[in-house]
């Protein structure tokens, strides 16, 4: 696998007669050394000077989440709220 590159968090599968459905991948172990911010191994979120990648269907998630392995729903709140309050919401 390719480590340099940002992690794929999924993919869309096409099926028969249904419509295509988004597969989330899930990673077990996803260490301080996983950058939540761009999806890169290696660095962590503190250490990023990326600007956070956003999912491509909903510009107000964050594309990777701590919750790629388990939803750890408040933390994903604390993140929100943090984006809000530290950046101008663009449209
Ligand atoms: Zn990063």
Request: proline share 3%.
């Amino acid at each position: 696998m390719e480590v340099t590159k940002a992690l794929p968090t999924g993919f869309w599968m096409s099926r028969d007669n249904l419509p295509d459905t988004r597969i989330h991948f899930k990673y077990e172990r996803l260490q301080d050394a996983y950058c939540l911010n761009c999806g890169v191994l290696g660095h962590g979120r503190k250490e990023c000077n990326k600007e956070r990648v956003m999912t491509s269907w909903n510009w107000d998630m964050p594309k990777y989440t701590a919750g790629m392995g388990s939803i750890k729903q408040k933390q994903f709140m604390l993140q929100r709220r943090r984006r809000r309050s530290s950046a101008t919401k663009k449209k």
